[in-house]
């Protein structure tokens, strides 16, 4: 069974710029989170997803948005890119009811 | 509110030591506990998870239990290997029902092993 797999590994912009991230669950999975990961805040909730709805949302600026399509994938955009915004993008899914992430391996965002 | 408290790292040990990586917790409900591990490069992989006051989770040599009263929920091994070596999270979640995959991090502590 394949993992949560998120697109593209590595990104690099400049500021200003605005990026669009994938996630894509394990088949099955219907609800899909976000998290940013640094090494001051550490890891973050950015915003969770399921059955295309956000379901809940974390402490970012507006600038920070996500969907989810009806195949479950999800996306999340940065516009107005900040240097602060470099981090590692952390993408997880989960079975509805079950307690238990399954997170992809990340998307690097570094922004010049 | 919600918060995840975990010893600074980083931690240094040698090969078969005791591992003891303390985590407290604020909650405002009864939550669910966690400890994550990340292997460098990869995403964080759950490694065990207790749901409810006293109950011990437990995996690969790891264990913690859920202590309601001191409200703590720390990591122990009895022996470590090289191979464990990575970042360890405790997490906490409250909600259930709508909203299914929050979870409040502790900052991570950095465990390295030395054959």
């Known amino acids: 069974k394949a993992g949560v797999t998120q697109t593209p590994r590595y990104l690099i912009k400049t500021r200003g710029q605005q990026v669009t991230l994938s996630c894509s669950p394990i088949?099955?999975?219907?609800?899909v989170s976000w998290y940013q990961q640094t090494p001051g805040q550490g890891l973050q909730f950015l915003f969770e997803?399921?059955?295309?709805?956000?379901?809940n949302k974390g402490n970012f600026p507006g600038r920070f948005s996500g969907r989810q399509f009806s195949n479950s994938r999800s996306e999340m955009n940065v516009s107005t890119l900040e240097l602060g915004d470099s981090a590692l993008y952390l993408c997880a899914s989960t079975w509805k009811g079950d307690e238990k992430l399954f997170f992809g391996s990340g998307t690097q965002l570094s922004v010049l | 509110g919600n918060s995840v408290t975990q010893m600074e790292g980083p931690v240094t040990l040698s090969e078969e030591a005791f591992l003891t990586i303390n985590c407290t917790y604020t909650?405002?409900?009864?939550?669910?506990l966690f400890w994550y591990v990340q292997y460098p490069g990869e995403g964080l992989q759950l490694l065990l998870k207790?749901?409810?006051?006293?109950d011990k989770g437990s995996n690969k040599g790891f264990e913690a239990t859920y202590r309601k009263e001191t409200t703590s929920f720390h990591l122990e091994k009895g022996s470590v290997q090289v191979s464990d070596s990575a970042v360890y999270f405790c997490a906490l979640r409250i909600d259930r029902g709508s909203t299914l995959g929050r979870l409040y991090f502790g900052r991570g502590t950095q465990l390295t092993v030395w054959p």
């Open positions: 207790a749901t409810k006051a006293d």
């Open positions: 997803y399921f059955s295309e709805t956000q379901r």
């Open positions: 909650a405002t409900g009864y939550p669910s």
């Open positions: 088949s099955g999975h219907r609800s």
